[in-house]
């Protein structure tokens, strides 16, 4: 499956595990419970090996800007924080993923699964999965 698969909007319909997931990321209560309650609008472009992925809540946006097998500053998108990382395709799965200088930042791998989707994250060993149906 190629890149362009993911362009287009997103709407998030359903997450699993996504508690466990903010409490190995160590979050903050005050955040977390903010993440739990949101589901936002993703909107992916794509130019090339060129990825924008921006996440659109009702009290801020996060824009990720990539290019395939190159450096970036990787924004978390729960904390907003930004680090170093670095995003590939492997096999049809976008994947991002931060430094392993990192290790409370989550690895993001993008599946398109029918007509969905789905974004696998992982800190450690505690993963969870959001859908997105196309909006």
Same mark, same amino acid.
């Given at each position: 499956? #190629?890149?362009?698969?993911?362009?287009?909007?997103?709407?998030?319909?359903?997450? $699993?595990?996504? &508690? #466990?997931?903010? $409490?190995?990321? &160590?979050? !903050? @209560? !005050?955040?977390? #419970?903010?993440?739990?309650?949101?589901? !936002? =609008?993703?909107?992916? @472009?794509? +130019?090339?090996?060129?990825?924008?992925? *921006?996440?659109?809540?009702?009290? %801020? =946006?996060?824009?990720?800007?990539?290019?395939?097998?190159?450096?970036?500053?990787?924004?978390?998108?729960?904390?907003?924080? =930004? %680090?170093?990382?670095?995003?590939?395709?492997?096999?049809?799965?976008?994947?991002? *993923?931060?430094? &392993?200088?990192?290790?409370? &930042?989550?690895?993001? /791998?993008?599946?398109?699964?029918?007509?969905?989707?789905? /974004? =696998?994250?992982?800190?450690? +060993?505690?993963? /969870?999965?959001?859908?997105?149906?196309?909006?």
């Amino acid at each position: 499956m #190629a890149l362009s698969a993911f362009a287009g909007t997103w709407q998030m319909e359903s997450h $699993d595990n996504f &508690e #466990a997931f903010l $409490d190995a990321m &160590e979050v !903050p @209560a !005050p955040v977390k #419970a903010k993440a739990l309650s949101v589901k !936002p =609008t993703a909107e992916v @472009a794509v +130019d090339g090996n060129n990825v924008s992925i *921006k996440l659109i809540g009702p009290e %801020r =946006t996060i824009e990720q800007k990539l290019t395939l097998g190159e450096v970036f500053d990787l924004v978390n998108p729960v904390t907003g924080q =930004t %680090r170093k990382g670095i995003a590939s395709m492997e096999g049809s799965t976008l994947v991002v *993923k931060p430094g &392993e200088q990192y290790p409370k &930042e989550p690895k993001s /791998c993008y599946d398109i699964v029918g007509d969905k989707m789905v /974004c =696998t994250m992982s800190v450690g +060993d505690v993963s /969870c999965k959001r859908t997105f149906a196309k909006a």
